[in-house]
């Protein structure tokens, strides 16, 4: 079973930066891909970035492009994702996730998530 812990969360006015770690515990993630996702108040989950086992590939929401580099280190198991240039609407709870099948659709383990709050 995997555990991911996400930490770093806060608040931090618009334009500022922020950076969220992702500790994963129970089983060393070899070959998972990891990502993050977001949760604004009444609005849906959604794809943040996401990043494969080999680091040599990375995906990112079109809304966080040049804003967001997320980033693993493999012999720590831990993830992390550099939120810069931050904006009211980057304001939502983030989830970190994993999952060994690159094929699949849904994200089968997951964090319980860490607040960002954005002001303006």
């Known amino acids: 079973q995997v555990q991911l812990v996400e930490s770093g969360g806060g608040t931090v006015q618009a334009g500022g930066s922020l950076r969220l770690s992702c500790a994963a515990s129970?089983?060393?993630?070899?070959?998972?891909?990891m990502g993050w996702f977001r949760q604004a108040l009444g609005k849906e989950r959604e794809f943040v970035a996401s990043?494969?086992?080999?680091?040599?590939?990375?995906t990112y929401a079109d809304s966080v492009k040049g804003r967001f580099t997320i980033s693993r280190d493999n012999a720590k198991n831990t993830l992390s994702l550099q939120m810069n240039s931050l904006k009211s609407e980057d304001t939502a709870v983030y989830y970190c996730?994993?999952?060994?099948?690159?094929?699949?659709?849904?994200?089968?383990?997951w964090g319980k998530g860490t607040l960002v709050t954005v002001s303006s």
């Open positions: 990043i494969t086992w080999t680091r040599d590939s990375s």
């Open positions: 996730a994993a999952d060994p099948d690159y094929a699949r659709i849904t994200w089968t383990y």
């Open positions: 129970g089983r060393t993630l070899i070959w998972y891909r």
